[in-house]
């Protein structure tokens, strides 16, 4: 199983900066990963694939990165409708073994 | 407007069975894989099962093989979920989710959700 570390656990960050959220994963997953973001009592978003690729109707402060091991959620300039928990999920096996990590808390600084 | 509603969630017993339901609609159903992800109160996201645009093939987390079964009628644009054999460890919110087209759903790099339903909550518990 890959498994998908996410660091850190909780960041905090004050309204219009940049928060930087981290991903690795055990063993190289390529480019097949995503970035979800959950709100208290909502279902996750999809935010990217494909590990930079922003979902229909995303904003553009949202960007990931990284291919590989290691992946980069960019918030540019936090509004406060981002603050939520990120989880990244790999998809990089067929038959399917999907696994996700375990979420970061981004908190209003 | 892309629409998934979970129901059938609720208490059952240690050892019971339960069946949930995810409704679809504002898309081509039979176009689509599915799957189902839950999540423990409190806790991070489990991918659970995944059904072919058909309803042919299908695959499950090893936490869940053998006691789970993933079905859907595409003439009623449902996706299933019959749970069994139901232990303390599976009480969650389960979601569905809709997964790649049916032109990709079996390749490698296509099994991202999106979008996902509010979730129906099972709760295992004597």
Same mark, same amino acid.
């Given at each position: 199983? &890959?498994?998908?570390?996410?660091?850190?656990?909780?960041?905090?960050?004050?309204?219009?900066?940049?928060?930087?959220?981290?991903? @690795?994963?055990?063993?190289?997953?390529?480019?097949?990963?995503?970035?979800?973001?959950?709100?208290?009592?909502?279902?996750?978003?999809?935010? &990217?694939?494909?590990?930079?690729? @922003?979902?229909?109707?995303?904003?553009?402060?949202?960007?990931?990165?990284?291919?590989?091991?290691?992946?980069?959620?960019? &918030?540019?300039?936090?509004?406060?409708?981002?603050?939520?928990?990120?989880?990244?999920?790999?998809?990089?096996?067929?038959?399917?073994? &999907?696994?996700?990590?375990?979420?970061?808390?981004?908190?209003?600084? | 407007?892309? $629409?998934? *509603?979970?129901?059938?969630?609720? *208490?059952? $017993?240690?050892?019971?069975?339960?069946?949930?339901?995810?409704?679809?609609?504002?898309?081509?159903?039979?176009?689509?894989?599915?799957?189902?992800?839950?999540?423990?109160?409190?806790?991070?996201?489990?991918?659970?099962?995944?059904?072919?645009?058909?309803?042919?093939?299908?695959?499950?987390?090893?936490?869940?093989?053998?006691?789970?079964?993933?079905?859907?009628?595409?003439?009623?644009?449902?996706?299933?979920?019959?749970?069994?054999?139901?232990?303390?460890?599976?009480?969650?919110?389960?979601?569905?989710?809709?997964?790649?087209?049916?032109?990709?759903?079996?390749?490698?790099?296509?099994?991202?959700?999106?979008?996902?339903?509010?979730?129906?909550?099972?709760? *295992?518990?004597?």
């Amino acid at each position: 199983e &890959i498994v998908m570390t996410q660091s850190p656990a909780t960041l905090s960050v004050s309204p219009g900066e940049r928060a930087t959220l981290s991903c @690795r994963a055990s063993q190289s997953v390529s480019s097949n990963l995503a970035w979800y973001q959950q709100k208290p009592g909502q279902a996750p978003r999809l935010l &990217i694939y494909g590990a930079s690729t @922003r979902a229909t109707g995303i904003p553009a402060r949202f960007s990931g990165s990284g291919s590989g091991t290691e992946f980069t959620l960019t &918030i540019s300039s936090l509004q406060s409708e981002d603050f939520a928990v990120y989880y990244c999920q790999q998809y990089n096996n067929w038959p399917p073994r &999907i696994t996700f990590g375990q979420g970061t808390r981004l908190e209003i600084k | 407007e892309v $629409q998934l *509603v979970e129901s059938g969630g609720v *208490v059952v $017993q240690p050892g019971g069975s339960l069946r949930l339901s995810c409704a679809a609609s504002g898309f081509t159903f039979d176009d689509y894989a599915m799957h189902w992800v839950r999540q423990a109160p409190g806790k991070g996201l489990e991918w659970v099962s995944l059904i072919s645009w058909d309803g042919g093939s299908t695959y499950y987390a090893d936490s869940v093989k053998g006691r789970f079964t993933i079905s859907r009628d595409n003439s009623k644009n449902s996706l299933y979920l019959q749970m069994n054999s139901l232990r303390a460890e599976d009480t969650a919110l389960y979601y569905c989710a809709k997964g790649p087209e049916r032109s990709s759903w079996h390749q490698i790099g296509n099994n991202w959700f999106d979008p996902w339903g509010q979730g129906t909550l099972v709760t *295992v518990s004597s």
